[in-house]
């Protein structure tokens, strides 16, 4: 399979890619955080908690490839939380959400 | 060697990009973008690409939907399909393999292996 470009432009073309989608990707990390905040406080609905579920899904699939795996951790770790049958541990929510967003030049 | 045209068909516009960008940059390869299944069986149905990329999740009509209604479709039957999927757990694994797609990618993907791991399970390489 011949190779057109060098990685490097490659790189470089990711990292505008990047910077576009920080927008949305700043729209997603507040909604897990107030997904946690609900938790704290025993408000979070079934629809937020959905909703964030499937925030935290597509978090887990695209971090990793932006350079960011730590973050993609976190956000498996935060979906299989959300989607997981037993009641929402708010504490580790909360850590989680926070050590997602940690991960992250936003 | 000849130009391989791929679909790739996902509704996350991020994965969409990087994808096509890792595809066109690294391999050089032509792309086609789709942000639903039904956009996707309309282009696959009229480029008839060499290949599709096809996300599993998405919403009103998912990958492993798609993928079983191109199978009844002739000109669309025969074209290899990849799914591509955040879904790590073994029992998801196996599912998505039972579906007779030729391979299975995860989600996070290298944007600078993404062809090679393409290639490897069409047997491009």
């Known amino acids: 399979m011949p190779s057109t470009k060098d990685p490097e432009a490659t790189r ?74 037993t009641p929402i541990d708010a504490t580790r929510l909360t850590h989680d959400v926070a050590a997602l967003l940690a991960t992250l030049p936003l | 060697m000849p130009i391989r045209r791929i679909l790739i068909i996902d509704d996350e ?7 096509a960008l890792s ?11 789709a942000s639903s299944g039904a956009e996707g069986m309309r282009i696959a149905t009229a480029e008839l690409p060499d290949a599709i990329l096809m996300d599993v999740m998405m919403p009103a009509m998912d990958g492993p939907t798609t993928f079983r209604e191109m199978q009844k479709l002739p000109e669309l039957a025969s074209i290899p399909v990849i799914l591509l999927t ?6 998801d694994q196996r599912r998505f393999a ?13 944007p600078l292996t ?10 491009w390489s």
Not at chain 1, 43 to 64: F, V
């Open chain 2, 98 to 110: 039972g579906l007779g797609v030729t391979a299975v990618l995860f989600k996070p993907f290298d």
């Open chain 2, 86 to 91: 955040a879904k790590v757990q073994g029992v």
């Open chain 1, 12 to 85: 470089k073309l990711l990292a505008t890619l990047w910077e576009r989608s920080l927008p949305v990707l700043r729209e997603r990390c507040a909604l897990l955080q107030s997904a946690a905040a609900a938790a704290q406080t025993g408000t979070l609905t079934q629809d937020l908690r959905a909703e964030a579920t499937a925030i935290a899904h597509k978090l887990s699939g695209s971090l990793g490839m932006f350079g960011y795996p730590e973050g993609t951790e976190f956000a498996r770790r935060i979906e299989e939380h959300l989607e997981s049958a």
């Open chain 2, 23 to 33: 595809l066109e940059s690294v391999a050089g390869w032509q792309v086609s973008t």
């Open chain 2, 114 to 123: 993404l062809a090679e791991q393409m290639s490897e399970a069409l047997g």
């Open chain 2, 13 to 19: 516009d991020d994965i969409r990009e990087v994808a």
